[in-house]
């Protein structure tokens, strides 16, 4: 520590000042007041209906009580996030990141350390609340979907197994052009219970894919692209995110889901490391992690919160559609983002070798 005895007061009083100053800004020290509030934040985020229910609910809160604009981008992208950060030329506030990619962001140090001062994670469930750079804001599923009017006197796909059957269930399909899901469902149509998929079989599971590879007429790779193809009745079934058949179910269009096998992700989301605003990306995160808002959010695309107390406002009528739901929970399968953190790169350039051998 200066001499403080030895310095002019001029001096003490820029050093004193300068102590303050880096108090106020360091997210590693915290903020000992409330900095200036930069004129926008930037959030990198899904696109489409989920980039909509994001924009009327949180940032549009944001906005009113802090006076910032919130800017949207998208999509997600890993790694445009790590050229950020690397380069140092930090273009977004915060980012979204998907399972397994939450931890290789953490793995990189791409994200400021969550403040718990500002955002309240206490009541999330373990291991949510131990997180220490990502916040566990949503929870989705990777869904069976399917027509009603497809199949006779009520005998529709209930597993994956079904999904498999092609003489049961004669009919176009569809799957993610993906290995993450795929292999998991290949594994639950081959028998292997969803308590029992990690480590995944890789062999055994494309072994399966091959099979099935033949009776899918389209390969998806938009989220928007499951629904779709069941409205034009391209397909009829196919996997695809929950969210997307949500607002099917519930208009009674015909279209339904089967939860068994589900395999279940978690939405998060952070402050980007080195970005000049990380301060009011905490608030952001504050306002991500707010029950009431997050059942706002659930009620209007279908992907519930993590907080729990966001179910007391959450309208009744709409829980059968989550995969949180006290009827679904039991069903769906959770996607182990450790063994896609670390085999998922291998794993993905493989099926897209796969897919390409026709």
């Known amino acids: 520590m200066p001499d403080t005895t030895r310095m002019s007061r001029r001096q003490a009083g820029l050093w004193i000042a300068g102590l303050a100053l880096t108090a106020a800004?360091?997210?590693?020290?915290?903020?000992?007041?409330?900095p200036p509030k930069p004129r926008q934040i930037v959030v990198n985020a899904s696109i489409g209906d989920t980039m909509v229910a994001t924009r009327?609910?949180?940032?549009?809160?944001?906005?009113?009580?802090?006076?910032?604009?919130?800017?949207?981008?998208?999509?997600?992208?890993?790694?445009?996030?790590?050229?950020?950060?690397?380069?140092?030329?930090i273009e977004w506030t915060i980012s979204e990141v998907g399972g397994e990619e939450a931890i290789r962001a953490e793995k990189l140090g791409l994200f400021e350390p969550i403040d718990r001062k500002i955002v309240d994670m206490d009541a999330l469930p373990s291991p949510m609340k131990e997180r220490k750079v990502t916040l566990a804001r949503g929870i989705y599923s990777t869904t069976l979907g399917y027509?009603?009017?497809?199949?006779?006197?009520?005998?529709?796909?209930?597993?994956?197994?079904?999904?498999?059957?092609?003489?049961?269930?004669?009919?176009?399909?569809?799957?993610?052009?993906?290995?993450?899901?795929?292999?998991?469902?290949?594994?639950?149509?081959?028998?292997?219970?969803?308590?029992?998929l990690y480590p995944i079989d890789v062999d055994r599971a494309f072994r399966k894919l091959d099979e099935i590879k033949p009776h899918i007429s389209v390969w998806w790779s938009t989220g928007q692209q499951p629904a779709q193809l069941l409205i034009d009745r391209e397909v009829i079934m196919t996997s695809g995110w929950n969210g997307r058949f949500y607002k099917l179910q519930r208009?009674?269009?015909?279209?339904?889901?089967?939860?068994?096998?589900?395999?279940?992700?978690?939405g998060t989301f952070g402050v980007v490391k080195g970005t000049p605003n990380a301060y009011w990306g905490q608030k952001m995160l504050a306002l991500m992690n707010d029950p009431k808002?997050?059942?706002?959010?659930?009620?209007?695309?279908?992907?519930?919160?993590?907080?729990?107390?966001?179910?007391?406002?959450?309208?009744?009528?709409?829980?059968?559609?989550?995969?949180?739901?006290?009827?679904?929970?039991?069903?769906?399968?959770?996607?182990?983002?450790?063994w896609w953190a670390e085999n998922g790169p291998a794993v993905e350039e493989r099926f897209a070798r796969w897919l390409l051998a026709r």
């Not at 966001?310 to 069903?331: C, H, I, M, Q, R």
């Open 25 to 34: 800004v360091s997210p590693g020290a915290g903020w000992a007041q409330e």
């Open 56 to 89: 009327a609910i949180y940032y549009a809160e944001f906005e009113k009580l802090y006076g910032i604009k919130v800017v949207e981008s998208g999509p997600v992208n890993l790694a445009k996030l790590r050229a950020m950060v690397e380069s140092g030329n």
């Open 251 to 266: 208009d009674e269009s015909g279209i339904d889901v089967s939860w068994a096998g589900a395999m279940t992700k978690i």
């Open 293 to 338: 808002l997050q059942a706002a959010y659930a009620e209007r695309v279908g992907y519930p919160g993590t907080h729990p107390k966001s179910w007391d406002y959450v309208d009744k009528g709409a829980y059968k559609y989550f995969p949180t739901s006290p009827e679904n929970l039991p069903k769906v399968a959770w996607t182990s983002d450790e």
């Open 147 to 196: 027509r009603k009017d497809a199949f006779k006197n009520g005998q529709y796909p209930t597993s994956w197994a079904d999904f498999w059957d092609v003489k049961k269930f004669p009919g176009p399909r569809s799957l993610r052009a993906r290995a993450i899901d795929n292999l998991e469902f290949a594994l639950m149509a081959d028998g292997v219970a969803t308590d029992k």
